[in-house]
């Protein structure tokens, strides 16, 4: 039976409903009760409950904090014998009735987190507040959405999407994109882009008649495709900037939308969950038969339970950020990111990685795995992607949540944490001729709290490669930092983040671009871009990767080129002035791409075949390639996407704002030279 939830509001349409469908043992004993609270309910004013069908698909679930929602939905509106267990869980539905003639679907999960007066978090209360939905349902929308669709209706031509409450006509707000920020249509596209355009919509994956992301590869001769037919959240990002510098938003707001409900989702790997907030890697929409001929589509979320090595998806929730206010600098529409259960959901993110924990560094500390490497690589501890992705995403929150008594511990814990991640990632990760020379001449057990060589590296770490490699008049961040360990691996990703975000000084950032240019035969190639370099091998590859037949040396994860990492590229050199460099990288691949059918990576020293076990019609492959190319041709749109230095960040110091004033601030004895 589907357990379904009504909820009416004043400015709802009377045919809004919301549905709650969960795989509870607990049997709902409310059935189809009516209430009138307009009074006290303020927006709301019906209610009603039928017998349900349990419909769930992940583990069981406990569901805690959609329990404690429903609890004070029930408990403020007075619902008597309102029989939610606390397995509850919410996911969307899609009535198909009898042979498809009509769809209907209604979207669940944020419903309850803006009906939920105060969300709770699993952060230790002497961290932040708990997020607390100001004024409840009194002052902000019921976030309640509506997709009809008609039987006919395939594509997203006729879709429309009405966010009750919000006011936002999405439809609107596409021919304002059309209007304004449909960049495509300045000259012919070539035959490769128009493929590619092909290729991309192809793989639009359709949820309840409307699009809500793209799959990971589409390949029509793939016999065992894993979870590449998945929807992931950062391979989306590409595909999401190449339709919003179309002028198509809906996708991405709907994407946007539906992975925030899956943010409530509890996740469990052999009975444990991990932190509340965490957004899946990817999902999947799957069609559930129901009695009488009647299928349902759900989203089913992976938060790692089933990813290769159970990884936790990280850099999930820092992508989910980070695209939402790209939506709203290169739509317009910032009502979205003003949503209630929008800002919490940024607040879950952030709670979840400002944790205080037992950590000595600010930056962030993660599993191998957590990222876009996910899968062994050596890259646990503090590796540069997170921090660059979590350094932007804390930029992209501080810009987005809006202040208020609920939100400014928040936000001074945001301001607090840039400033010191920038000032840790600056002055210990960065490397040149220079600093190298200064490692190679380090003294060793220092005692004290003003050592130079703070984490007491020991200079024979330094690779001989890199000796002769480091150029004069480049340098680059390292892959990651640790007690006695530098990993002087360069990883791509990280270091074109933290030009994209000012994560880097505008030295650093002009130096890594440099250091690209130098090296551009070992980190370009034959095709762009090397995700790290270089490559473990011999005994390096066996202990580190674990022996790994998939990231054998100069192959996928462990010095593979990858070409999704041109739009990043891209974003890097048009910020930094350098536009050519980006030009030159995004031609070699051209000339390649539509030829060996949008691999996902590229393997041996310099790119030249088609990796072993790559897929083909690789979707972020494609829709970079895309998305450079609209970049390249419209530079002032790129300028939504990244961040300049923030002078203000430089000046904040925790250790000024102690209260004890015992503790020493350490860095003005830092080398600050580097800091600007
Ligand atoms: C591989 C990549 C990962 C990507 C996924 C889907 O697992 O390592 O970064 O998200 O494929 O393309």
């Not at 349409?13 to 049997?27: D, E, S």
């Not at 990971?216 to 510098?245: C, E, H, M, T, W």
């Not at 660059?388 to 928040?410: H, I, T, W």
């Amino acid at each position: 039976m589907n357990t379904v939830f009504h909820l009416g509001s004043s400015a709802m349409k009377p045919a809004c409903r919301i549905l709650f469908a969960t795989r509870c043992p607990v049997p709902f004993r409310f059935v189809s009760t009516k209430c009138s609270h307009a009074g006290s309910m303020g927006s709301l004013s019906s209610f009603r409950f039928d017998h349900g069908r349990c419909l769930f698909h992940t583990n069981r679930c406990r569901a805690v904090n959609v329990g404690r929602a429903i609890d004070e939905v029930q408990s403020t509106f007075s619902l008597p014998g309102l029989g939610f267990g606390r397995s509850g869980n919410l996911l969307k539905l899609h009535e198909f009735n009898g042979n498809i003639s009509h769809r209907r679907a209604i979207v669940v999960a944020n419903a309850v987190r803006s009906l939920s007066t105060s969300v709770e978090t699993r952060v230790n209360d002497n961290n932040f507040e708990r997020i607390y939905v100001q004024g409840g349902m009194n002052v902000k929308p019921l976030v309640v959405e509506r997709i009809d669709k008609d039987e006919n209706i395939v594509g997203g031509e006729d879709s429309s999407i009405e966010v009750v409450d919000d006011k936002i006509n999405l439809e609107k707000s596409k021919a304002g994109l059309n209007e304004s920020n449909d960049v495509s249509v300045k000259r012919e596209e070539s035959q490769v882009e128009k493929e590619a355009w092909k290729l991309l919509q192809d793989a639009v994956v359709m949820y309840c008649g409307s699009p809500v992301g793209t799959m990971a590869a589409n390949d029509p001769g793939d016999k065992q495709p894993l979870n590449y037919d998945q929807v992931f959240i950062r391979d989306f990002v590409p595909s999401a900037l190449a339709f919003l510098l179309k002028g198509e938003g809906e996708i991405v707001r709907n994407f946007l939308l539906h992975t925030l409900q899956l943010q409530s989702w509890e996740k469990t790997v052999d009975c444990y969950s991990p932190g509340q907030g965490l957004m899946p890697a990817s999902f999947k929409v799957r069609t559930v038969p129901l009695d009488e001929n009647k299928v349902e589509e759900v989203l089913d979320p992976d938060f790692g339970e089933s990813a290769i090595g159970r990884v936790a998806p990280v850099d999930s929730g820092l992508w989910w950020i980070i695209l939402l206010r790209a939506y709203g600098k290169i739509t317009g529409d910032y009502a979205l990111q003003e949503r209630v259960d929008v800002q919490t959901g940024i607040k879950l993110i952030m709670n979840l990685c400002l944790t205080d924990g037992f950590d000595m560094f600010p930056s962030l500390l993660v599993t191998d795995g957590s990222c876009m490497i996910d899968r062994r690589m050596g890259i646990h501890g503090h590796p540069l992607e997170i921090q660059a992705l979590f350094y932007n995403a804390l930029r992209c929150s501080r810009e987005m949540l809006s202040v208020n008594d609920g939100s400014k511990n928040l936000v001074r814990a945001i301001n607090n944490r840039l400033s010191a991640l920038s000032f840790h990632i600056r002055e210990y990760y960065w490397v040149d001729m220079r600093k190298i020379n200064e490692i190679y001449r380090y003294k060793t057990e220092e005692y004290s709290t003003d050592a130079t060589n703070k984490f007491n590296i020991y200079p024979d770490q330094i690779p001989l490669w890199l000796m002769d490699w480091i150029p004069e008049n480049g340098g680059y961040l390292i892959g990651n930092l640790q007690p006695a360990h530098m990993d002087f691996r360069l990883f791509t990703l990280g270091n074109l983040w933290s030009i994209v975000s000012s994560l880097g000084t505008p030295k650093q950032n002009e130096a890594i671009l440099n250091l690209i240019e130098a090296k551009w035969d070992d980190l370009i190639g034959h095709m762009p871009l090397k995700i790290c370099y270089p490559a473990l091998e011999h005994e390096d590859w066996r202990i580190i990767t674990g022996s790994d037949p998939k990231n054998t040396p100069w192959s996928y994860h462990n010095g593979g080129s990858w070409p999704t990492l041109l739009w990043q590229f891209t974003l890097a050199c048009i910020k930094m002035g350098r536009p050519e460099l980006a030009e030159k990288a995004v031609a070699l691949a051209e000339k390649r791409l539509s030829e060996d059918c949008w691999p996902e990576y590229y393997d041996t020293r310099t790119g030249r075949f088609t990796g072993k076990q790559s897929r083909l019609f690789q979707t972020w492959t494609i829709a970079g390639f895309l998305t450079s190319k609209m970049l390249l041709e419209n530079p002032e749109m790129a300028s939504n996407l990244f961040w300049e230095e923030d002078y203000e960040l430089l000046e904040i110091c925790v250790c000024a704002l102690s209260k004890s004033g015992r503790r020493k601030c350490s860095r003005g004895a830092a080398r600050s030279q580097i800091l600007v």
